[in-house]
């Protein structure tokens, strides 16, 4: 078996040192603390969103790339831990079922609300359909389920969600015609962006050779006078 990533050996050093056996949240964990770009992500949050407004509420104290509980905390009895904890437990889980609702959210007289075309893919928060009026065939938009008009304001797993089924029409698309060579993957977000449907969705439009005379600057093409440089 030949390795080509790092997801097999992590997987198999998982197996091991769980005796043999693992579910596969823990295989998922374990690959995950391999992704440097999210571990990345969570650096910049815990330092911009909880460790600063903790640190404002004399919570926590932060010395270079440590934090700490301030010095108050440092007689809390392990019963007062138990129940701190438990708090947070209770305030993680109310906020993630708070998430877990809004996804169910749809607003009267959206097209992309209503699923009106047909379905080409589709996964648990987002879909797949062609575009009414295509770019070129096969030209396809990718939405999420939620009713949200902002792609900045979608949640991390409907970004998620959104390039698995990406990744996924991609490869649908070249199955289905090999004169495609490129794509051009793109959103419109605001108005001023050219959003013609208040509900995001992102744009997969294949691209085969000769489909324009001069394809050089791709997605710059928005401002005609600086497609090409």
Not at 10 to 31: D, F, P, Y
Not at 87 to 92: E, I, Q, R, T
Not at 146 to 154: K, Q
Request: charged share 25%; aromatic share 6%.
């Amino acid at each position: 078996m030949r390795m080509s990533h790092i997801y097999q050996p992590v997987m198999i050093k998982t197996l091991l040192g769980k005796a043999g056996g693992a579910t596969i949240r823990e295989v998922a964990s374990a690959l995950l603390a391999h992704d440097e770009s999210q571990i990345e992500y969570y650096e910049h949050i815990a330092k911009q969103m909880p460790g600063k407004d903790l640190e404002t509420h004399g919570i926590l104290e932060r010395q270079g790339q440590h934090y700490a509980l301030s010095p108050e905390f440092a007689g809390l009895s392990d019963a007062d831990r138990t129940e701190l904890m438990a708090l947070c437990d209770a305030a993680v889980e109310a906020y993630k079922s708070k998430v877990r609702e809004s996804y169910d959210a749809r607003a009267a007289g959206c097209r992309f609300c209503q699923v009106m075309a047909v379905p080409v893919g589709s996964n648990a928060l987002s879909y797949a359909i062609r575009d009414g009026n295509p770019v070129t065939p096969l030209h396809t938009l990718i939405i999420p389920r939620r009713h949200v008009e902002s792609f900045f304001n979608l949640h991390g797993a409907e970004r998620n969600a959104i390039f698995a089924l990406l990744d996924g029409m991609k490869s649908d698309i070249q199955h289905k015609d090999a004169t495609v060579e490129g794509f051009n993957v793109g959103v419109n977000d605001g108005e001023a962006a050219g959003q013609s449907v208040p509900h995001v969705h992102v744009h997969l439009i294949p691209r085969r050779r000769g489909d324009v005379e001069h394809p050089r600057g791709g997605v710059r093409g928005v401002i005609p006078r600086k497609a090409s440089y």
